[in-house]
């Protein structure tokens, strides 16, 4: 972590000279947004839709975006090529800045604060794409406009935590008992009749960049796709599960709160989906 180099308002920086203001409204009020990008084979992956997404957060909250896409490109592609990363993430954050303590935003004329750096993380050959993921399921506890990708994770990190404690990789949040998201990732079953389904887009949960790039594959592949409510007891009677997100691509589920799932391995249609979208990603 220490030769780390990171990206903080307009400077690339060691990781321990990297420091960022008591007062920084992201610290004191988790007033600002995020986004992670995927790294394979040293290239960014479907970025630009994530950069769309980040700008989308932004301007839903009042925050100016500091940043066009292509000097978002380039940062990102410095950032990477300084960290000699093949493989992992880039995470970025913009908040509302720098400013005395108060509720109401502060003028316009105060920057936004940016800082950006890598994780090395095996994104393509994941060990456990192999096994398959077990998850839990818990309440959706978070604010009504999930579809904005706030740093305010707090719900979140006890569903992680939940996830933990349980020994699993991930937990599934349920609301009204039906599935919403992953505690980081969108979730997907595959019914009896071979039928991909997953929640449609609202304020109700994130609109995940991968979630969009396998309904694309799944839909140039002839697959029956459904945007629809799935319910926890549709998902412990599914034939596969699996979930989506930057870091994950396409992770089979085998076990949903200690049931099984279908076989409980890894099922051909994820397996399937999970090769094309490697495919997709190496080639974008």
Do not use: C
């Amino acid at each position: 972590m220490t030769d780390r180099i990171v990206y903080l308002n307009g400077e690339f920086l060691p990781f321990a000279q990297a420091r960022i203001p008591v007062m920084d409204r992201g610290f004191l009020f988790a007033d600002g947004i995020y986004e992670v990008s995927a790294v394979l084979d040293g290239k960014l992956v479907d970025n630009a839709a994530h950069l769309a997404r980040l700008d989308r957060s932004l301007g839903e909250i009042g925050i100016r975006n500091p940043h066009s896409l292509e000097e978002w490109v380039r940062l990102e592609t410095e950032l990477v090529a300084r960290n000699g990363l093949a493989e992992g993430l880039v995470y970025m954050q913009v908040t509302r800045g720098v400013y005395e303590r108060d509720f109401a935003f502060p003028p316009a004329d105060v920057a936004p604060t940016v800082v950006m750096f890598t994780q090395a993380k095996k994104v393509s050959a994941n060990p456990l794409a192999e096994t398959g993921a077990k998850v839990v399921t818990v309440e959706d506890i978070r604010w009504k406009r999930r579809d904005i990708k706030s740093v305010a994770l707090l719900a979140q990190v006890l569903a992680k935590q939940a996830a933990a404690q349980a020994g699993v990789a991930e937990a599934w949040m349920v609301e009204d008992g039906a599935v919403t998201e992953g505690s980081s990732s969108t979730a997907f079953i595959v019914t009896k009749d071979r039928t991909l389904v997953t929640r449609p887009l609202s304020t109700a949960l994130l609109p995940g960049i991968t979630r969009a790039a396998v309904l694309r594959l799944a839909a140039e592949s002839d697959l029956r796709v459904e945007e629809r409510l799935f319910s926890v007891e549709e998902a412990y009677a599914a034939e596969e599960a699996f979930y989506t997100s930057a870091s994950a691509f396409v992770m089979p589920v085998v076990e949903i709160d200690g049931r099984t799932v279908g076989a409980g391995r890894p099922g051909p249609l994820t397996r399937r989906l999970r090769a094309l979208y490697v495919e997709m990603a190496r080639a974008s």
